[in-house]
């Protein structure tokens, strides 16, 4: 059995070209989707099913290995572009496959010229590369979104594969939990982003998930001041020290408390509910397979002082900590940092 793609399915770009032409002359409509494929899971090949059905022919854009390495960090991809590019070919639906260099897909795509363009349901008009996003409008392609399968992801599959690990040091008992638990192994401070913007509806729901935290007497103290603009984020990177990456990253959100509205006027409260918001939307990120990075500004008081200038915040709003926001470029093994010794049961009473 070869593991060398269908000879008849991967195109040069010369060979992309003319057969671009003939579908023109034939009067085919063209299909073109792109992305990495890595570990080819049923949620993949419903996709591509899906994308084929809106035309004539799919053509299938791969990222080359470098791409994805840049794209997914340094243990990406798991099969090289040869090995992905087999797989994809031995589908019926996918009527060629063509290995683009880098991360984007600008070129190919303006060498495809597709009169259909499919992504999946996690992007829209607004977060779709603007590069890419203007070869498809001089092409007149229209643009459909997918949406996602079950909980399908390579990602997923990944992080079930390490969680499945004997290493009982590194994972303890995660691995037997349900999915909805393994979000809190999984959650790791992602660093590293791919040139990519997160929605405002996705921003939204993650402020949904943090202002669904506990608080003191449910008072609720919390601001959050959301941060998607570059200048913005460099400006508060200026302020971190620890937080060089941040520019790079899609978004950030600062979580403030208010003084006056925490129950009893405390800053102890205060601190408390903040974190547990803070804490529910680094999780709400994992969950929607983002990246997050807490990054602290409490009690360090030039980096108060420097954000409520930086905001014009009053002296009532105190600034607790921020998050980066991306789609990550890094990945991390899932981990528990569990430790019997760290445990004491049924304590003895004075």
């Known amino acids: 059995m070869s593991s060398q793609p269908n000879p008849s399915k991967l195109l040069s770009r010369d ?13 085919k409509r063209l299909v073109v989707t792109n992305g990495v494929f890595d570990i ?23 990222n080359g290995d470098e791409g994805v390495h840049k794209l997914k960090g340094p243990t990406r991809p798991i099969n090289d572009q040869v090995a992905r590019a087999a797989v994809l070919s031995g589908l019926a639906c996918v009527s060629a496959v063509y290995i683009f260099d880098g991360v984007k897909a600008t070129a190919a795509l303006a060498d495809a ?3 259909v363009y499919v992504k999946g349901g996690d992007y829209t008009l607004d977060t779709l590369d603007r590069e890419e996003y203007a070869v498809l409008q001089q092409a007149g392609s229209v643009c459909q979104f997918i949406p996602f399968v079950g909980n399908y992801s390579t990602t997923n599959t990944l992080r ?5 690990s004997t290493n009982a040091d590194n994972l303890g008992t995660a691995a037997s939990w349900p999915p909805a638990l393994n979000h809190l192994c999984n959650r790791r401070s992602i660093r590293a982003y791919q040139p990519r913007p997160v929605s405002r509806d996705l921003l939204t729901s993650l402020l949904q998930a943090a202002m669904a935290a506990p608080s003191a007497c449910n008072c609720n103290p919390w601001r959050f001041l959301v941060l998607t603009e570059h200048e913005a984020l460099t400006r508060l990177a200026s302020c971190l020290p620890r937080a060089p990456f941040l520019p790079s990253a899609s978004a950030a959100v600062i979580v403030c408390g208010d003084l006056e509205k925490a129950h009893a006027h405390s800053l102890s409260y205060l601190l408390q509910d903040c974190s547990a918001a803070m804490e529910n939307l680094l999780l709400a990120a994992s969950a929607l397979n983002l990246g997050a990075c807490w990054l602290g500004v409490h009690p360090v008081e030039e980096r108060i002082s420097a954000i409520r200038e930086m905001f014009r915040l009053p002296e009532n709003l105190i600034p607790v900590g921020a998050a980066s926001i991306g789609w990550p470029a890094e990945e991390k093994p899932a981990r528990t940092k569990f430790r019997d010794e760290d445990v004491t049961w049924n304590p003895p009473l004075s």
């Open 15 to 27: 060979a992309l070209l003319a057969w671009r032409d003939g579908l023109r002359t034939a009067g």
């Open 40 to 62: 080819l899971h049923c949620g993949h090949v419903q996709y591509l099913e899906q994308a084929r059905a809106l035309g004539d022919e799919l053509l299938v854009c791969l």
């Open 113 to 115: 010229q597709p009169d």
């Open 160 to 164: 079930k594969i390490q969680g499945n």
